[in-house]
């Protein structure tokens, strides 16, 4: 864990295409935490333009937050053009639990090749078959082994799954790792979960181990946060001054504050 640096450089230094079919809620949030980092955003929602694209892209973030009939017909597109192209897929299940149409779309977009499921507990429990009910796009409650279910999941998709929450977990179904950055103040602004799933196929667009680059874009992410709330007075100022910490990332802050532990 060493080389997270390494990976933020890298992002600042090719500034990959990060082709988005987000969440309208947060595509602006979305946007702006690509750019932060170095990379290049596009929202191209559009089933006209949307496998082109993703054709050109060096990443496919997939956010199923606010889906309609039109959007879920060119997040298919898009992740067939990814697919043939070889680049990664990351699905942010948002709202996966709450809803049949929810439900259905996702195991729909399941039968692409995705290379990263994010989501809260509640959202990864779901996608794995699990019953359980989400508020809306707040994580519910699971009874089970988070990690046990989320290994299950990444092995029978063979991908990665980042379950995002007070502790993240990354684990690729072989290996698996506990996240303990962050701040509180993340979960009282609307956004911050999408912004991962962001951050995540940005990272995963330079580093082609996908557990590798989760686990770093979310490590920079959380420290900037950590460090954030130091000065924040408020979710106002926090969400404001989460962008301007991003830019100050060192390598030594990264190496001094990260707290990733392998789970054996």
């Known amino acids: 864990m060493d080389k997270i640096f390494e990976v933020f450089e890298k992002v600042r230094k090719e ?3 990060v082709h988005h079919i987000t969440n309208w809620v947060t595509i602006y949030d979305c946007a702006n935490i690509v750019k932060v980092f170095g990379g290049s955003p596009v929202m191209a929602h559009a089933v006209e333009e949307a496998a082109d694209m993703a054709s050109i892209a060096d990443a496919l973030v997939i956010n199923i937050g606010t889906l309609s009939s039109r959007t879920i017909e060119a997040m298919k597109l898009a992740i067939a053009a990814a697919n043939k192209k070889k680049i990664p897929v990351i ?14 779309t996702m195991k729909d977009l399941l039968k692409f090749r ?12 779901a996608a794995a078959g699990i019953s359980v009910t989400t508020k809306g796009v707040d ?25 995002t929450g007070k502790e993240d977990i990354c684990t690729n179904g072989e290996s698996a790792f506990v996240i303990k ?3 509180p103040m993340m979960s009282q602004i609307v956004g911050t979960g999408c912004m991962a799933g962001s951050v995540i196929g940005t990272f995963c667009a330079v580093e082609k181990d996908y557990l590798f680059a989760c686990i770093a874009g979310l490590v920079c992410f959380e420290i900037a946060a950590e460090n954030a709330d130091k000065t924040s007075e408020g979710p106002g100022t926090f969400k404001n001054k989460l962008f301007d910490k991003i830019s100050t990332l060192s390598d030594i802050s990264i190496n001094k504050m990260k707290h990733v532990e392998e789970v054996r």
Request: hydrophobic fraction near 40%; aromatic fraction near 2%; include cysteine.
């Open 91 to 104: 699905l942010d299940a948002v709202g996966v639990g709450a809803t049949k149409f929810r439900n259905d």
């Open 15 to 17: 500034s990959p295409l």
């Open 181 to 183: 950055n962050g701040s």
């Open 114 to 125: 995705i290379d990263v499921i994010k989501g809260n507990a509640s959202e990864i429990a």
């Open 139 to 163: 994580s519910g409650h699971v009874s089970g082994d988070m990690m046990k279910i989320a290994k299950q999941l990444a092995n029978e998709r063979e991908c990665v799954v980042v379950v």
